[in-house]
Structure formats: C-alpha cells, structure tokens
C-alpha cells in the first residue's frame, strides 16, 4: 500500500462526527517533500480546508448529519516557490452508503497533480456563487460540487444537474481570470474545465443516468437480490460502454472506470457467469490497460 493510499485508509476508518453542512471531509496535508521546516502552516491549511469544506451550505436542499456526504482530501505540498505560494498534488475521495448494509461504496476517486495556489493563515477562505473567486476557493468549490453531482445522479437520473452547472460556473470563471495550471478550457484533456465539460457532454447523459443504474438499481438492492442487482450494474457497465465509443478517452468516462474497478471485479467475482463474462468483456475494452486485473470475473 503507498503512502497517499494508507492516509486514505486510516482518515476514512477515523471520520467521527463534527459539526457540519453537507460535507463531511477529513483533510490531510503532507509537506514531507517540499523541504520545509516549517508545520504549524500545514496545520493551519488542514484546519483551513477541512473547515471550508464541511461548514459551507453547499446544497439546496436540507439534510440530516447522517446523509452528508463523506470523504478525504489529502493534499502533498510538492514545492513552496515563495512565501504563500505552494505547489501541490492532491487526491480526493468520497464515499457512498449503501441501502441496508454497512458498506460505504468509492464513489470518486481523483487525482489532481499539478495545483499551484496562494494560501494565507489569517485570510478566512469564503466562497460566493456568481462571481470571481480566488483559485484555492474555486478549485476546492469545484470539486465540492462536483462530487455533490455524482452522488445525486447516484440516487435519481440526473440529478445533480444544478451541481455540475455550478462546478462549470466555477471553472468558466476560474479559466477567464487565468488561472493556472488545471483549469485550461482546451489543450489539458486533466483539467477540471475538460472534466466538467465531459461531464455535462450530451453524448454522456447515458454515463450519468448509468450512476443512478448501478447504485440505486444495482447496489442499493444487492442485499435483498443480487443477481437483479447485478443485471442492473451490467446495463449501467453496457451503456457507458456505448458512450465510451462515441467519445473515447473521455475524462469523466476515465474517472468512473478507475474509480469503480475494483468494486466491479469484487461485484462480478460471484453470481451468473454469463452475467460475469459480458462484465468482464466491457471492463477489458474500457480499461484495457488492467486485462489481468479482471480475469478473477470469469474464473
């Protein structure tokens, strides 16, 4: 297990309850390897993030503390080219539960290697709708509501449209006040402009509606009958398959895929082998890269 992959393990077995909005995120902020003496600002950023995060009302809707949405950001500051600049990777998950049982599905799983942004301690981070905010605000508003969309497509089709608009909001905004790197409109198929617009790309509508399909058709009722379960993730692994030929190597395709494979390859271990052969069949056109990993499915 790699260092990021342990810090993600640990932080979602130590989530415990704080006072909150929508979001319930741990945040981890490594500075081992960017040659710093310097802690007590880390500390600071975490507490920073982790507040913006949890303590903005970033839903329309309202919520009971047990139905906010869980996660971990883990943050590595790569460099510190000057006083409150700092270079960074930063990964993010977030978890959903699954109906009548104990377990807590990934539901994104994502890496942002090259962020750059200013960070000040006694600068209280704030987040406006409708109007320019600063990199750090919108790249951590940006991922707040689009991982906002995914679960709510998850529990009805299409639902988390009005997310994914903001998030795009966000990253309009952010492209044409030029900011950099990470929200380039053209030219970086890993920025989170390129993410967002595949997203909301009208070929993809059917991967959307695929999230509501594998969750509340698939996994929601996987206690009560699997194999119907089961028949429903297929549909939703056989339409993205269908999208995936349309627009191949799209972002949010590439994101789904790698964030679900190994719950997929745990799904398709059991049940119809006809069933578990068609998903292995799209798992090895879709992730070819991974062959090996999915021959378990068939077995």
Do not use: C, H
Not at 224 to 234: F, G, H, Q, T, V
């Amino acid at each position: 297990m790699n260092r990021l992959a342990l810090i993600f393990f640990i932080l979602i077995l130590n989530i415990s309850p704080l006072f909150a909005q929508d979001l319930y995120f741990q945040v981890k902020v490594d500075a081992s390897t960017a040659n710093t003496s310097e802690t007590r600002i880390f500390t600071n950023m975490e507490n920073s993030f982790r507040q913006f995060l949890n303590e903005t009302k970033w839903m329309q809707e309202d919520i009971e503390l047990f139905e906010r949405i869980k996660g971990v950001m883990a943050i590595n500051i790569t460099g510190i080219p000057r006083t409150g600049r700092f270079e960074a990777r930063m990964q993010i998950q977030s978890v959903r539960p699954i109906y009548n049982s104990n377990y807590e599905s990934i539901m994104i799983n994502i890496a942002d290697r090259n962020l750059n942004f200013d960070f000040t301690e006694s600068q209280p981070l704030i987040y406006t709708q409708n109007t320019f905010n600063e990199n750090l605000v919108s790249i951590l508003a940006f991922y707040a509501n689009f991982l906002l969309g995914m679960d709510f497509d998850s529990f009805s089709e299409l639902g988390g449209q009005a997310y994914y608009d903001e998030a795009l909001n966000i990253a309009r905004s952010a492209n044409q006040q030029g900011f950099k790197p990470g929200w380039e409109q053209f030219g970086n198929i890993e920025s989170k402009y390129s993410l967002i617009q595949s997203a909301l790309n009208s070929q993809l509508e059917p991967v959307r509606k695929s999230l509501y399909l594998y969750y509340r058709k698939g996994l929601d009722v996987m206690e009560d009958d699997p194999e119907l379960a089961r028949k429903s993730i297929l549909e939703a692994l056989e339409n993205i398959q269908k999208a995936n030929k349309l627009n191949p190597n799209s972002p949010f395709i590439t994101l789904i895929i790698q964030s679900k494979a190994d719950e997929i390859v745990q799904i398709f271990t059991e049940g119809d082998l006809a069933l578990r052969r068609k998903a292995y069949e799209i798992m090895r056109e879709l992730a070819p890269a991974n062959s090996e990993r999915y021959e378990v499915m068939i077995k």
